[in-house]
Nanobody, 117 residues
Framework: QVQLVESGGGLVQAGGSLRLSCAASGSIFRVKPVAWYRQAPGKQRELVASITSGGSTNYTDSVKGRFTISRDNAKNTVYLQMNSLKPEDTAVYYC???????????WGQGTQVTVSS
C-alpha cells in the first residue's frame, strides 16, 4: 500500500508559479511511475504529467514548456513545478502511483490550485 500526500497548492495570479509536492510512504514508491492529474469543476480528471522510476517524463500538450515534473527518490517525493500559470490551470491537483498491474490506483487527497486573471 502506498500513501500519498500532496501540498503546495494555493492562489496565484496569472503568470505566476507554484511548486506542488507529493510525499509518499514506502520505499517501493521509488520504483514506481508517478503522475500528476487535475480535475477542474465540471470536468473529467485529466493526466497532466508523469515520470517513470528512471526519470523519463511525459506531459499533456497544454502544459508543455510550462510545467516540469521531477522526483527525489531519496526523499520519496515527486514535484510539479508550474510556471506561467493560466486561469485554465485552476483545478484540484492529485498525485497518483501505480499498483502491481501498472494501473494508477493510489491517490492523494488533492491540493487546490487557483489562478486568478
Amino acid at each position: 500500500q502506498v500513501q500519498l500526500v500532496e501540498s503546495g497548492g494555493g492562489l496565484v495570479q496569472a503568470g505566476g508559479s507554484l511548486r506542488l509536492s507529493c510525499a509518499a510512504s514506502g520505499s517501493i514508491f521509488r520504483v514506481k511511475p508517478v503522475a500528476w492529474y487535475r480535475q477542474a469543476p465540471g470536468k473529467q480528471r485529466e493526466l497532466v504529467a508523469s515520470i517513470t522510476s528512471g526519470g523519463s517524463t511525459n506531459y499533456t500538450d497544454s502544459v508543455k514548456g510550462r510545467f516540469t515534473i521531477s522526483r527525489d527518490n531519496a526523499k520519496n517525493t515527486v514535484y510539479l513545478q508550474m510556471n506561467s500559470l493560466k486561469p485554465e490551470d485552476t483545478a484540484v491537483y492529485y498525485c497518483s502511483s501505480t499498483n502491481w498491474r501498472g494501473q494508477y490506483a493510489y491517490w492523494g487527497q488533492g491540493t487546490q490550485v487557483t489562478v486568478s486573471s
